[in-house]
């Protein structure tokens, strides 16, 4: 199972920015859907950004898109995203995850996770 390690959270005031990082223990061939979810108090987990390595094709939620920018350095198998104009709305523990990913933005096809990385955003 591959390993992901989160960071880069921490507390930004609104119209902020952050970005976080995922470093992955291997990118393999199997597991070639690159994803962030995040998951707020009380609600359900919201995927909000996918990569297809195989073809380089991204997908956002409506609630991130225009805002938020995923990208990859894969000579350090590190997967970031980069996170700007920040909300309270935004506040969330982020993880990042890999998979098949067919079922994005369900997280149900992501057999990696990582441990999560806390964002807070304030007024």
């Known amino acids: 199972e591959v390993q992901l390690v989160e960071s880069g959270g921490g507390l930004v005031q609104s119209g902020g920015s952050l970005r976080l990082s995922c470093v992955a223990s291997?990118?393999?061939?199997?597991?070639?859907?690159i994803s962030w979810f995040r998951q707020a108090p009380g609600k359900e987990r919201e995927g909000i950004s996918y990569?297809?390595?195989?073809?380089?094709?991204?997908q956002y939620s409506d609630s991130v898109k225009g805002r938020f920018t995923m990208s990859t350095d894969n000579a350090k198998n590190t997967l970031f995203l980069t996170m700007n104009n920040l909300q309270p709305e935004d506040t969330a523990v982020y993880y990042c995850?890999?998979?098949?990913?067919?079922?994005?933005?369900?997280?149900?096809?992501?057999?990696?996770w990582g441990q999560g990385t806390q964002v807070t955003v304030s007024s």
């Open positions: 995850a890999m998979g098949t990913g067919r079922s994005f933005p369900s997280g149900e096809d992501f057999t990696s």
């Open positions: 990569l297809n390595t195989i073809d380089d094709s991204t």
């Open positions: 291997e990118f393999t061939a199997d597991d070639y859907a």
